[in-house]
């Protein structure tokens, strides 16, 4: 047989005093869970931040490497054809053969060419340098480069890009 719920003088449901004995137990135990918890997680954090500190050790710097041009590559980013379909090579007076393959035109720079000299890989030259030969950079243009034998002297050598085939459809 169940027992009737017991109410109290004001009105409300009054538990059995077994049902508050274990609310009253629980209570505490909870608290004190969260507070060991607490702790060990405190002590973790504490003991990781020890053990994971180091002294600052220097790292050896590794000496840079001297950067590789690829002068073919450069070729083709100027626009250069390959060697059986370059223009061909104007001498100069010294019988020094050069060959344009590329171009920059930079207005406030001076630009700069591609050029290959007596079967060399190309090298780039700005505007000003001297090339093998004695000749000097005189000046570029948008598919053109002028070689003469001092920088404001008169061009000795001009040297012309090949006209770029049509892209296949």
Do not use: C
């Amino acid at each position: 047989m169940k027992k009737a719920p017991a109410f109290g003088h004001s009105g409300f449901l009054m538990e059995s005093p077994a049902a508050l004995q274990n609310t009253s137990r629980r209570g505490p135990a909870l608290v004190a869970g969260v507070l060991w918890l607490a702790a060990g997680l405190s002590a973790g954090y504490w003991v990781l931040q020890a053990l994971g500190r180091s002294p600052v050790t220097p790292l050896p710097v590794a000496t840079p490497s001297l950067i590789q041009v690829d002068s073919l590559a450069v070729a083709r980013v100027l626009g250069a054809q390959p060697l059986a379909a370059s223009s061909p090579t104007a001498p100069a007076a010294t019988g020094t053969q050069y060959n344009l393959l590329g171009v920059v035109d930079a207005s406030a720079a001076g630009g700069a060419a591609l050029i290959g000299v007596n079967g060399q890989p190309p090298r780039p030259y700005r505007v000003g340098a001297s090339l093998e030969g004695g000749l000097v950079l005189q000046a570029v243009s948008r598919r053109s480069a002028r070689l003469g034998a001092s920088m404001d002297g008169p061009a000795t050598v001009e040297l012309t890009l090949p006209e770029s085939a049509p892209a296949p459809s």
